[in-house]
């Protein structure tokens, strides 16, 4: 039985604050959408932040219970320390974001209303809605509506710029999200069927390793794999993500990619019996094995900077993955490694990924190009810029002192420790060839401008928007222990 | 029990021989039709399994409305035929997908099949659950009360729908009103339709979506026949739809889910909590939300229908308008 406990009304405010300041701000639109935006997200990030502490001092997970009505038949919120650390995550990328936003997507006092500047400021708070219903659900259901949520706010972000040639990789990406959800909800409606709930923590340990739920299991995570994007259902990912506005192309890789991330994670080591969990880990980490070598291989062979952003999305998602054999193992510390290492990975990307994306636009406006090979003078003209992807990058390719390097280390360890030495061979791997895409775009962008070349400043005020991002995935990495110690709060 | 055995099977062959129809139709026209038929004969598949609520919801939104919007995307892509092909997945591509499908379709019969018999059901629980809400329908408690957070976020994820629509336009066109503009009919059969019926199908509308608390309806059913009212006139060019910055359409569209989300916060103040009702107030306040709600998915929906905008009206043909 779920019971409401103190500080659960936190949870409604995550998931009502934002969904309220959307239908607001579509409503009132132009400049009022955008400042009932901005309140909201820094409002948010505050909800945030209370959640975690409040998780993080009681040691146990926050809950409430809607409506009173007790699940099966009602549903609950939860907040463990996976959630919590994903919704602050969530909240200080959107804010961050929001802030650099305020550079393109600008209405000034008096000026009309345009609809770019309307559907991103509108669409901010929806994804941070959606983000707060994917984190906190509780509810194999409810947890679908979030993925609706998600796929529609992220389709719309992508085609923030309104170009039609950006349609049509749109339009892949929709069929495989919608693609998704239907499986996903085929699966909720077979695991109801069988259980007669919904409800994650009434499934938890209740499910028998049988033909219904061993189907349900197979449909949910194709779907899911396919919204993550992993390795072989990864190629509508890179036009999609980079083909986006910088700002959108930040969220999407950052964030949308990690709602669907969560759920795999409840769906497999809450709901799923352990047998299948054992023998269907390994399966899902060679794809992610493989998603790592492929697309950073890719990366590194990629002409446009922002599609090298993006190829090193699908090998930075393969390393999630690699978390699921070493969980099922037997080992509870090296599990327990496991699974820090692989909630550390999601948030450290998140937060250097967006940097990333963010750079990579603001050195695009500023060159008028994003060809890989002629970046020169880039870091004369935005050395905070420049610093910023190179701050970032560091964080993916796992070096100490940033958030990636305790995250790779720690899945490092756990593979050693757990037997399953292979694995660490492929974090390496990965590490090196990351080393090799990321150098390659510092050191063009550190080369003399050539000649003819004439970059543009740009606006300081976003340059430290994506610095203030890179350098929170640096501090990731020198948290003290006690702090990361959150994300084991009800932990598998 | 033979003659409803044999009538189940006929509905069975019945969905599945149409589908096949959709599936081979040449026309894109002649699938459109296959699809809608489908989808009607399908809800009388939801009404043999007692699932009148789905019934509905099947035959106005995913026969309906589904089949209005398939039916002008056929319409607009007329003349595209380079596109089209472009478009048009390959014979590889496609004996892929069927593959996937029957795999799909088979893994799923075999999960259904070993499912527990009878099946662990929340119906019991349901029932006696809606008594204290005063309401008859326990479909309507469930989306009002026990899954009410569900609902509330599908009616946000409506207002996301709209505004994703809405953002596809050109940005010059931004300020515009939705949809083509369509030829005013002064005679013929559609003029005479869409000024005959709509009188009729808004009292059917407001009935469904009333009579949702204790009987089969609701919301979504009534705000589809509402929507349906509107866009017949609209084709007939009888009527125009507001700017999309207007903020009374805005306000119209977002109104359902506003009123839900206000209801379920004063919740903590007047009641148990996020989403709960006070239990001798509790039906009027649902009232409330559908009567909202159903102004809001006819409002969505026909916007939904209608499209981005795709004109910018100058101010002098506004004022002929009102004439």
Known sequence: MTATTPGGWLLVLALTLPAGAMLLGFVAGGRHAQRIAL?????????????????????????????????????????????????????????????????????????????????FWCFLPALAAALAAA???????NLFVALEMLTFTALALACLDGKPSQFKSELRYLLFALIGSVLYLLGAGLLYGAYGTLDIALLAGRTRADAPTMVAGALMTAGLIAKMALFPLHFWLPPAHAGAPAAASALLSGLVVKGAFVLLLRLWFWVLPAPVVLGGGTVLAALGATAIVIGSVVALRQERLKLLVAYSTVAQMGYLFLMFPLLAAADADAA??????????????????????????????????????????????????VIAFALGGLSLMGLPPSGGFTAKWLLLRASVETGQWWWSLV???????????????????????????????????QELCVLALAVASMLLGVLPLYALGLVRVGAP | ??????????????????????LAARTQFAAVIGFVATGLLLSLVWVRLGAVDVALTEAAIGAGATGVIILYVVARLRGGTAEISAATPSRAQRALAALLAVAVGGVLALAVLNLPDPAPSLAEAAL????????????????????????????????????????????????????????????????????????????????????????????????????????????????????ITDWRLRLMIAAGPLTFLCVGLAGFAVA?????????????????????????????LACLIAGPPERRLPPESMAADRR
């Open chain 2, 272 to 300: 148990d909590g996020f989403l709960s009702y006070p239990p001798s107030f509790a039906k009027p306040l649902i009232l409330l939300i559908e009567a909202a709600m159903t102004l809001s998915v006819a409002a969505a």
């Open chain 1, 427 to 461: 974090i390496l791997t990965g590490g090196l060839l990351t080393g090799g895409y990321v150098y390659r775009i510092v050191a063009a962008a550190l080369a003399p401008p050539a000649p003819g070349c004439v970059a543009r400043a740009v606006p300081r005020p």
């Open chain 2, 128 to 243: 006696a659950g809606s008594a204290p809400l005063g309401l008859g329908n326990p479909v309507s408690a469930v989306l009002m009360a026990h899954r009410g957070l569900d609902t509330l976020l599908e009616s946000v994820v409506l207002v996301f729908a709209v505004l994703a629509v809405w953002s596809m336009a050109a940005d010059h066109r931004w300020g515009g009103a939705p949809g083509p503009v369509f030829r005013r009919e002064e005679s013929g059969p559609l003029s005479l339709l869409a000024r005959v019926l709509p009188p009729v199908g808004i009292v059917v509308g407001i009935y469904i979506a009333w009579v949702g608390a204790d009987a089969p309806g609701g919301k979504f059913q009534g705000g589809t026949i509402l929507a349906a009212m509107w866009i017949l006139p609209w084709i007939a060019g009888l009527a125009r739809p507001p700017s």
């Open chain 1, 336 to 385: 327990s490694r496991a699974w820090l290492g692989g909630v550390l990975q999601a948030v450290s990307h998140a937060l250097a990924k967006s940097a990333m994306f963010l750079a990579a636009g603001l050195i695009a406006v500023s060159l008028g190009h994003d060809r890989v090979t002629s970046l020169g003078g880039a870091a004369r003209v935005m050395p905070i810029t």
């Open chain 1, 39 to 119: 309140g909201a997200l820094a409002i948010w990030l505050a909800i945030a932040l209370a959640v975690a502490l409040q998780v993080q001092a009681s040691g146990a997970p926050l809950a409430y219970v809607i409506g009173g009505w007790q699940p099966p038949l009602g549903m609950a919120l939860r907040a463990d320390g996976l959630a919590a650390a994903m919704l602050l995550t969530g909240a200080v990328v959107l804010l961050a974001v929001a802030l650099f936003g305020q550079g393109a997507y600008d209405t000034p006092r008096g000026a009309a209303e345009t609809r770019a500047a309307y559907a």
């Open chain 2, 1 to 22: 029990m033979t003659a409803g055995l044999l009538f189940d099977l006929m509905m069975a062959l019945a969905v599945l021989g149409t589908a096949a129809w959709t």
């Open chain 1, 135 to 141: 984190f906190l659900g509780g509810d194999l259901f």
